[in-house]
């Protein structure tokens, strides 16, 4: 370079990015290039695997390496503009990453249904005898393509291009559908009696929107009204938890189960459109229904695995629920409710927070004081180092950040070599961050040209309460879950001992077992010795009191059975309706649907109730057949964790034992090896749902 040129390489494709350099500006001019270079690349890949072919000259190194080189300048350079476009938005660079993101896609899809590389990958696994985890890696590629339509003859490769074409306008439609019923009906509420119960920051909120709506300046008064009742979340759950006007929550509840379901906005036909297309794409490429094709690539591989986990569930929380409906009966009748002495849809989470106030009497506000960030993950990182025999060391300042409130960590072993490290970005900044929280790669465990070890680091990012003038960041115990949650993920990519990159941390991971070492950390902030281990009040220091600690406890199981039955209501449903089973052949979705409730809800959904018009999970998103993986991930999580609660967890040697038998297991094999063979390898043999039914509170009951 010459000397009037201070800037560094922004993509230079390895190592810690150099987030003080990124500009929108210098990201518009300078990304082109690369997705140029990249093209190139990929078009003398396609040059020399067809020589390859041709004189039957394929390995491991000359294929899998190249391709694993390109894909990985591309997620790097992608990488770091869609971090940025989560963590430091604005309206600059939103713009550059819309205008580049159709070019990325065009370039992924080039790779992915490339006939030279399907080609060359299905030879180089038909003429080879590699170990399982190259096999594996080698069967993800090919099925991966083969699903996109690549194996298909030239007739059915069109029928599958037309038919994906269409499903994506009708996902599109659907969820617009959604979006402008949702937002289209609204009440103004002007009389202090509709709003009795509700807490203050849903008055302030309500008031807000009322104003915005009826275009009013001056102060809003949260007081005297008027107050905007509408269908957005926020809103909507609360006026039903709080609300004491029976009358107007049914009138909401009434909206919001029939969203998208006449009119202008109607989902029903896009519904039925969709499921047929799906079977007829399943169809073409091989499967009897979507659902199989769904599953044929996750870890529960057949319906009837799912099925059976799913009913295993069923029963107790079935159950459990009917008891904890009787009882909230029970408590509204005695406390003045008295319509036919039988709750209705809209009358179950008012009560219930009535009777969680009740019996449990637990403020999670006044706990924060208890969980100031830096004593949590102080708790969190000694957690680690006894269970996984590693530790994580403070380095701000050693990489670069993209905000300075982000922290930056080293992970090392015993023999105290860096293993790994991670930024934490941990504080919510609504007008340049996303909401949630997630874990994300910013490098994977490689070797690169020269032989050199590249350790994992990983992106933690939560959004949780930022210090104030006078306070630290006081986290709420969802807070705290989130952040152990993360981390889990975390770990899984840091603490990986596989070499090759492809199934290296969460690579190569199915899908519906990728929660296993995130909700098995979250387990751990209900581990009292733990808990008590971490909360002190940050200025007096006094230890979170074990009554505190009951609460949490009983917070967790209350009224689980109702709650699980209705994840449990969404899973089936989802996955009868992919299924194509004979028995439903002469009904539509919503009739299947109304027949899967009458075993997997309490009170029949009503006539008004249309919900899969919004179900956009399995519609709109990415869930379809697949609903069932937040029940799946969450049985093998509880039962990884029961095998520490066997043996004893005030018990730390054996404890020690387990968890490094759990990190030489899960965290450490990635996506090497099948997941159920890893879980095996941990746990000594299949994985059973007693353990989550324990810990949901689901036997207790009964
Ligand atoms: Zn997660």
Request: hydrophobic content about 35%.
């Amino acid at each position: 370079m010459t000397e009037d040129v201070v800037d560094k390489v922004l993509f230079k494709c390895e190592g810690l990015p150099e987030f003080n350099e990124f500009t929108p500006q210098r990201i518009e001019k300078e990304f082109p290039s690369i997705l140029e270079k990249l093209n190139s690349d990929f078009n003398n890949i396609e040059i020399k695997f067809s020589s390859l072919i041709n004189n039957e000259k394929l390995n491991w190194e000359n294929i899998m390496q190249p391709l694993n080189k390109i894909n990985e300048e591309l997620r790097w350079s992608w990488g770091v503009i869609s971090h940025l476009n989560s963590v430091k938005n604005s309206e600059e660079l939103r713009n550059v990453y819309a205008k580049l993101l159709p070019h990325v896609i065009n370039l992924g899809n080039k790779f992915g249904q490339s006939k030279i590389i399907y080609k060359a990958l299905k030879t180089l696994r038909e003429n080879n005898n590699f170990d399982v985890t190259k096999n594996r890696i080698l069967d993800k590629e090919i099925i991966d393509m083969e699903h996109s339509g690549i194996s298909l003859s030239e007739s059915d490769q069109k029928s599958y291009n037309t038919i994906s074409e269409r499903l994506g306008e009708l996902s599109t439609k659907f969820s617009n559908n959604v979006l402008d019923a949702t937002n289209k009906w609204h009440l103004i509420l002007d009389n202090k009696s509709q709003v009795k119960g509700l807490p203050e920051r849903v008055l302030e909120l309500m008031a807000l929107s009322a104003q915005r709506h009826l275009k009013k300046d001056g102060d809003i008064d949260s007081q005297s009204g008027p107050w905007k009742l509408s269908l957005d979340i926020p809103t909507y759950t609360a006026f039903m938890s709080y609300a004491e006007d029976s009358s107007l929550r049914e009138k909401l509840y009434k909206a919001f189960v029939s969203r998208a379901s006449e009119g202008d906005e109607n989902n029903s036909q896009i519904i039925e459109e969709i499921l047929s297309l799906r079977t007829k794409q399943a169809k073409l490429l091989g499967y009897d229904s979507w659902a199989d094709l769904s599953l044929s690539t996750k870890m529960a591989g057949k319906i009837n695995s799912v099925e059976k986990l799913l009913e295993e569930l069923r029963e107790p929380s079935f159950k459990a629920a009917e008891l904890e409906l009787e009882n909230l009966n029970n408590f509204a009748n005695k406390n003045g409710f008295n319509d036919d002495n039988q709750l209705k849809p809209w009358d179950i989470s008012y009560w219930s927070e009535l009777l969680r106030k009740e019996k449990l009497n637990l403020d999670q506000e006044a706990l924060r004081p208890w969980f100031p960030l830096e004593d949590v993950l102080q708790g969190l990182f000694r957690l680690c180092e006894k269970l996984f025999d590693i530790k994580v060391v403070e380095a701000n300042g050693e990489a670069p950040v993209w905000n300075e409130d982000v922290l930056f960590f080293n992970i090392f072993n015993n023999s105290n070599n860096k293993i790994a490290s991670f930024y934490l970005d941990p504080f919510s900044r609504p007008e340049s961050k996303r909401g949630g929280a997630w874990m994300d790669e910013c490098l994977n465990k490689n070797i690169d040209s020269e032989g050199n070890k590249i350790v994992p680091v990983a992106y933690l990012v939560c959004n949780q309460t930022p210090p104030s003038k006078n306070k630290p960041s006081l986290m709420s115990f969802d807070e705290v879950q989130t952040l152990f949650h993360e981390f889990g993920h975390g770990l899984q990519h840091m603490l990986t001992t596989i070499d090759l990159p492809q199934a290296a941390g969460i690579n190569n991971v199915e899908w519906d077992a990728v929660e296993l070492p995130s909700q098995f950390m979250e387990n751990w902030c209900f581990d009292k010795k733990t808990l008590l281990n971490i909360a002190r009040h940050y200025e007096t220091g006094e230890k979170l009191h074990d009554e505190d600690y009951e609460k949490l406890c009983a917070n967790r199981t209350f009224n689980c059975g109702m709650g699980t039955l209705r994840q449990l209501h969404f899973a089936i449903t989802d996955l009868r309706l992919h299924s194509n089973l004979t028995s439903y052949q002469e009904l539509n979705s919503d009739e299947i649907r109304r027949d899967i409730a009458k075993n997997t809800t309490l009170i029949p959904p009503i006539n008004e109730d249309k919900f899969l018009c919004c179900f956009s999970h399995i519609f709109a998103g990415g869930y379809s057949a697949g609903y069932y993986s937040y029940k799946w991930a969450e049985v093998l999580s509880a039962d990884a964790f029961s095998m520490f609660e066997e043996a004893g967890l005030e018990n730390d040697q054996e404890i020690k034992d387990i968890g490094k038998n759990f990190k030489e297991t899960i965290l450490s094999l990635g996506g090497s090896l099948p997941p159920l063979e890893i879980f095996k390898l941990f746990r000594g043999r299949e994985p059973k749902t007693d353990p989550l039914i324990r810990h949901l509170g689901l036997k207790a009951t009964s």
